[in-house]
């Protein structure tokens, strides 16, 4: 099966600190990756590499086929690469559906339309509200984003990214902040995603991690230390060693 | 906000109330006309406030809603000035050509500076757009040749308006105008705001790091929309030459643009009425203050300054905002 997402020898460095190196990855579409590691491991910065918001000293990262290395952020979103982010990164004082309605236009191409109102739009607007019930944030949508609960804005994270019709969806520590009770239910909220779209996690708490992952995959000090399914994960001696045992998060 | 429960109404329902006339938009706009019949013999002031709203409006559409300040917007409002003023001179002097020719040109200059402003926020930003409009003030001062420089433009001609109504020297036709050029250039700030492209600078204004993450390219939209303010703040400046028949070295000054500025945080940014509200405070005041001291006026704009941002935060129209929203809340 051919990879939907994958990267060749990616390298970056800040100074002297090797924050990733030798990256190689590589996605088949549908699966759920869980991306570990002990803080520091250099798992968000992939997912910047991988999204464009970083740019590589080296390596290449692939989009099927295409080679999307030197493009923008913006572009790669175009192509289907969608992120959500580890600390809330909404727009405040717009209403949840104005900040979904504003992800569809961008993706159709009428964001720059500055002469039609934007009730006009009612196909971006009926798309934006369905993709919020699709969440259960329908009840709240029309309340500023500002003014949402924390675990309703982690939704509305996933709902951005979802607005932007992704092939392959990168959630950083998508449930980071919230009570342990409704982690699950996000991770429920995750799980229903349509099955095609391939799905890449970090998430500290191995018991969702378990639960969720298709695939691993374990990051130590900027490397890529191994790749498996759950069960070679939880054999494996060196994770355990290097990861697991040595340190525990909560 | 809205009369009815927009949830029960549908998402459609909910945007569209939001882009609605309200009534006391339509109240104003008549109101703007009450100076023809209550005060006739202010005309002139009137006039030269309808100009300062429009140039304040120009300068909202970047800094109430897409988030770039500027401490040198008199510059695209100057080159508007003294295009319409040249214009006049050596070419011909009908005014709405005039007024085409200005704006257009204002973009040109608009656009093409629009490609650095865009790669820098905050300090950065203010020093930059500073930087560029002293260049131009002095450009202007030193092609004495071209622009009359300190002595300011002489010549200038304006033809009747619609080749009917003369520009009078109680400023009749010059309020009528610059308030139907305010009007027009606000439907279209207005419709701007409402269209996906103004939702679009909201996102930007509210995080910017998160718009490239939804796919939208944030640099083109704040290249778009600075060339568009910039076009508006020429046409403003060519309604200045229009109705004054001459052109000041003083529309590309530093003060201008501070003034401008200081207007639009009086009446409330990112509410397109605010830079209007502005004007009307900032120019009576500057009437009623400089007529019982003519030097030292600027010390009650300073004074009025530092009350409203002490203790209005988001402008006039911010605190009136609130305070109907709370006396909404008490008796609904």
């Not at chain 2, 909910?14 to 703007?32: D, G, H, P």
């Not at chain 2, 778009?224 to 309604?239: F, P, Q, R, W």
Request: hydrophobic residues 50%.
């Amino acid at each position: 099966m051919s990879a939907v997402l994958s990267t060749r020898g990616l390298a970056k460095r800040f100074g002297s600190l090797v924050v990733a190196q030798d990256i190689a990855l590589a996605l088949p579409q549908g699966v759920r990756y869980a991306l570990i590691g002990p803080n520091g491991a250099g798992k968000t910065t992939l997912i910047n590499l991988i999204t464009g918001m970083l740019r590589p000293d080296a390596g290449r990262i692939l989009l099927g086929e295409d080679d999307i290395t030197s493009l923008r952020a913006d572009a790669r979103v175009k192509r289907g690469l969608a992120r959500t982010f580890q600390i809330n990164t909404l727009f405040p004082h717009l209403s949840a559906l104005e900040s979904v309605a504003l992800a569809v236009c961008e993706r159709q191409g009428c964001a720059g339309t500055w002469w039609t109102r934007l009730p006009g739009y009612r196909d971006a607007i009926e798309e934006a509200h369905g993709i919020l019930a699709s969440l259960r944030l329908a009840a709240d949508c029309y309340r500023l984003t500002s003014e949402l609960a924390y675990g309703r804005q982690r939704l509305l994270e996933i709902a951005l990214a979802l607005a932007t019709r992704p092939k392959v969806l990168l959630l950083d520590e998508p449930a980071a902040g919230v009570p342990k009770d409704e982690s699950a239910d996000l991770f429920e909220a995750i799980s229903g995603l349509a099955s095609e779209l391939t799905v890449l996690f970090i998430e500290h708490d191995m018991n969702i991690v378990f639960r969720f992952a298709s695939r691993i995959i374990v990051m130590v000090g900027g490397r890529i230390l191994v790749e498996g399914s759950p069960e070679e994960i939880a054999r494996n001696p060196e994770v355990r060693t290097v990861y697991l045992g040595a340190e525990r998060h909560g | 906000m809205t009369a009815a429960d927009p949830a029960v109404a549908g998402p459609h329902r909910y945007l569209e109330a939001q882009v609605r006339w309200r009534r006391i938009e339509i109240a104003f706009w008549i109101a703007a006309l009450l100076p023809f019949v209550v005060t006739p013999a202010y005309l002139q002031l009137a006039s030269q406030i309808a100009i300062t709203a429009l140039f304040a409006l120009s300068l909202d559409l970047i800094l109430g809603y897409a988030g770039i300040v500027s401490l040198g917007h008199a510059a695209y409002f100057g080159v508007g000035a003294y295009a319409a003023g040249l214009l006049s001179k050596h070419v011909w002097g009908e005014p709405l050509s005039g007024l085409a020719v200005a704006g257009l040109l204002a973009g040109l200059a608009g656009y093409a500076t629009s490609h650095i402003i865009v790669r820098f926020r905050h300090l950065a930003l203010i020093m930059l757009t500073l930087g560029l409009g002293l260049l131009l003030h002095e450009a202007a001062n030193s092609a004495h040749f071209l622009t009359g420089g300190a002595d300011g433009l002489q010549g200038v001609r304006i033809r009747p308006l619609l080749e009917t109504f003369r520009f009078d020297l109680y400023g009749r036709t010059a309020y009528a105008y610059s308030l139907a050029v305010l009007f027009l250039v606000f439907l279209v700030a207005r419709r701007l705001i409402h269209s996906p492209f103004g939702l679009a600078l909201r996102g930007i204004r509210e995080n910017a790091v998160r718009m490239p993450a939804i796919g939208s390219p944030s640099r083109a939209h704040l290249r778009k929309i600075y060339t568009i303010s910039a076009v508006m703040a020429g046409i403003a400046g060519a309604l200045l030459t229009h109705t004054t028949s001459t052109v000041s070295l003083e529309v590309l000054s530093f003060q201008r643009s501070a003034d401008v500025l200081v207007i639009l945080i009086l009446g409330g940014a990112g509410r397109l009425y605010g830079g209007i509200l502005g004007a009307i405070i900032y120019m009576v005041a500057r009437d009623q203050f400089s007529g019982i001291n003519p030097q030292y006026w600027y010390f009650w704009i300073g004074v009025l300054l530092i009350a409203v941002v002490m203790f209005l935060p988001n402008g006039i129209l911010g605190g009136l905002a609130k305070i109907t929203a709370r006396w909404r809340g008490r008796w609904p």
